[in-house]
């Protein structure tokens, strides 16, 4: 059974930072990529970065392109998402999550999700 662990949310004024982190334990899967996927209020979820697992070759979304950096740390199997230059609109839960089996990356289209971190940008 693969678990995915996320901490670090919280509440943060307009400009902060935030450090997201994810461990991944459990069954042995191929790990194809892990992602952020955030959903906020009344909204529909949204990809915003992801990591190769074999390369660490990165992807993010052009909202938060600059501003966010997403790395793993294999000997912890662990992913990060350090949050820089925060706005309300980053307002969300934000998911830990990893794919599986090839296909494409840039999506919400994960095979294993964690429980989700809050995380809350005030103006």
């Known amino acids: 059974q693969v678990r995915l662990v996320e901490s670090g949310g919280g509440l943060v004024q307009s400009g902060g930072s935030l450090r997201l982190s994810c461990a991944a334990s459990?069954?042995?899967?191929?790990?194809?990529?892990m992602a952020w996927i955030r959903q906020a209020p009344g909204k529909e979820r949204e990809f915003v970065a992801a990591i190769t697992w074999s390369d660490a070759f990165t992807y993010y979304s052009d909202s938060v392109k600059g501003r966010f950096t997403i790395s793993r740390d294999n000997a912890k199997n662990t992913v990060y998402l350090q949050m820089n230059s925060l706005e309300p609109e980053d307002t969300a839960v934000y998911y830990c999550?990893?794919?599986?089996?090839?296909?494409?990356?840039?999506?919400?289209?994960?095979?294993?999700w964690g429980q989700g971190t809050q995380v809350t940008v005030s103006s």
């Open positions: 999550a990893a794919k599986d089996r090839n296909g494409v990356i840039v999506s919400t289209k994960y095979d294993y």
């Open positions: 459990g069954g042995a899967f191929s790990r194809i990529a």
